[in-house]
């Protein structure tokens, strides 16, 4: 059982850029989140989503777009990276709601130059 | 919006209880409160989660206080490898609207010696 597993675990962007990250998880599990944590911050909530085709706005959704097309995969893309986006990305899944167990994949870490 | 206060920092021994306390004065009537724990370059990890009064796992106690305004996380005998980052989150069933209760804080940096 791989749990949540994020691609890729590393990138290195030019200002300017446009990638994707992908989020798959195995546990069919209808709630799916994507945080950023920077050096000696807590996860800040970008963008989650309650289920296929649905998506919400989180804490610091500017400069971020998600999609979740399949219950399976969640979706963050940064159609044009600056270097405040630099960071360490966390995306993350559970069954219900906000409050059962949520499990975290190992992070993507994106540096913009 | 259920705020929460941790110390940013503690330090403890080999084999001591330790107890992290996260006050959320604010705390609405339909929250739980859970706690996560984080390693250095790894994604946190749920530790427990309560509504009132005291549970209990395999891993740590969580005690919340009748008033609900404050919260303890007590983990027994601690190692070495319980040096992390411990989150307090407070929130309630998101369905009617919001993201309250996913939002981490700075969290409490526990440091274990030997």
């Known amino acids: 059982n791989a749990g949540v597993t994020q691609t890729p675990k590393f990138r290195v962007l030019k200002t300017g850029q446009s990638m994707t990250l992908l989020c798959a998880q195995d546990?069919?599990?209808?709630?799916m989140y994507w945080y950023r944590q920077d050096p000696g911050m807590g996860l800040r909530l970008i963008h989650y989503s309650v289920g296929e085709g649905t998506t919400a706005k989180g804490e610091v959704p500017d400069g971020y777009n998600v999609s979740r097309l399949k219950k399976q995969n969640f979706l963050l893309g940064l159609e044009s990276a600056a270097p405040s986006q630099t960071s360490v990305y966390f995306c993350?899944?559970?069954?219900?709601?906000?409050?059962?167990?949520?499990?975290f994949g190992q992070g993507t870490r994106l540096t913009v130059v | 919006l259920a705020k929460t206060t941790q110390p940013i920092s503690m330090d403890s021994y080999e084999g001591q209880e330790v107890n992290i306390t996260c006050s959320h004065n604010?705390?609405?009537?339909?929250?739980?409160i859970t706690w996560y724990q984080q390693f250095p370059s790894q994604g946190p990890r749920f530790i427990i989660q309560?509504?009132?009064t005291k549970v209990t796992n395999e891993v740590a106690s969580l005690f919340i206080p009748a008033d609900r305004k404050s919260s303890t996380l007590s983990l027994p005998r601690v190692s070495l490898s319980d040096t992390a980052v411990y989150y307090c989150?407070?929130?309630?069933?998101?369905?009617?609207?919001?993201?309250?209760?996913?939002?981490f804080g700075k969290g409490t940096h526990l440091i274990i010696q030997p």
């Open positions: 309560g509504y009132k």
């Open positions: 989150l407070v929130g309630g069933s998101y369905s009617g609207g919001g993201a309250d209760g996913l939002t």
């Open positions: 604010n705390i609405a009537t339909n929250d739980y």
């Open positions: 546990m069919n599990h209808e709630y």
């Open positions: 993350a899944s559970s069954y219900g709601d906000s409050f059962t167990e949520a499990f």
